[in-house]
T-cell receptor
Framework: GQQLNQSPQSMFIQEGEDVSMNCTSSSIFNTWLWYKQDPGEGPVLLIALYKAGELTSNGRLTAQFGITRKDSFLNISASIPSDVGIYFCAGQPPGSARQLTFGSGTQLTVLP | GAGVSQSPSNKVTEKGKDVELRCDPISGHTALYWYRQSLGQGLEFLIYFQGNSAPDKSGLPSDRFSAERTGGSVSTLTIQRTQQEDSAVYLC??????????FGDGTRLSIL
């Protein structure tokens, strides 16, 4: 089956710093999604990417759909304490299958 | 509420018992998905319902797992003869057409 490699597994940063995390795949995806999950809650959609090369921003978050369709990155600028959580990338393959393949997550800790 | 609703939020049961987990999708969403999240891991696809089509059961780990979706709305995931390795958070998501999936807060299942 398809595998998503997400890195880094965890990050400790100072408040105000910028953060970058990425996902790579062994096969292509038609859609890349980035979710954030807080403890005890379900993942919440941050950004959706539908086109190779697409660069999309949502406030302090910026994500890109890699031109090869096998990778994506998420940047968070000027981190704040509420950015703490687990960030997941997810990809949707070509064809009729609708289920998402998820990365293993990046645990982000923001230090004051 | 406006979001995906799952119940119960927590379930503790003895090994060998059957459990039923419920998902109320967002009203009007035609697609419904079940995922499993083990501790510290990403989400693992289980099953997908789309309208009146036959469900995609390709992610179910064994024949002890089954799911139904009645009337194109509420879904129930059933695990028979539970095992300790079934302990996880079970997440439900729904989506409309080709839109991104929106998740509930999950059911945390613990098998003693």
């Amino acid at each position: 089956g398809q595998q998503l490699n997400q890195s880094p597994q965890s990050m400790f940063i100072q408040e105000g710093e910028d953060v970058s995390m990425n996902c790579t795949s062994s096969s292509i995806f038609n859609t890349w999604l980035w979710y954030k999950q807080d403890p005890g809650e379900g993942p919440v959609l941050l950004i959706a990417l539908y086109k190779a090369g697409e660069l999309t921003s949502n406030g302090r978050l910026t994500a890109q759909f890699g031109i090869t369709r096998k990778d994506s990155f998420l940047n968070i600028s000027a981190s704040i304490p509420s950015d703490v959580g687990i960030y997941f990338c997810a990809g949707q393959p070509p064809g009729s299958a609708r289920q998402l393949t998820f990365g293993s997550g990046t645990q982000l800790t923001v230090l004051p | 509420g406006a979001g995906v609703s799952q119940s119960p939020s927590n379930k503790v049961t003895e090994k060998g018992k059957d459990v039923e987990l419920r998902c109320d999708p967002i009203s009007g969403h035609t697609a419904l998905y079940w995922y499993r999240q083990s501790l510290g891991q990403g989400l693992e696809f289980l099953i997908y319902f789309q309208g009146n089509s036959a469900p995609d059961k390709s992610g179910l780990p064994s024949d002890r797992f089954s799911a139904e979706r009645t009337g194109g709305s509420v879904s129930t995931l059933t695990i028979q003869r539970t095992q300790q390795e079934d302990s996880a958070v079970y997440l439900c998501a729904s989506s409309d057409s080709n839109q991104p999936q929106h998740f509930g807060d999950g059911t945390r299942l613990s098998i003693l």
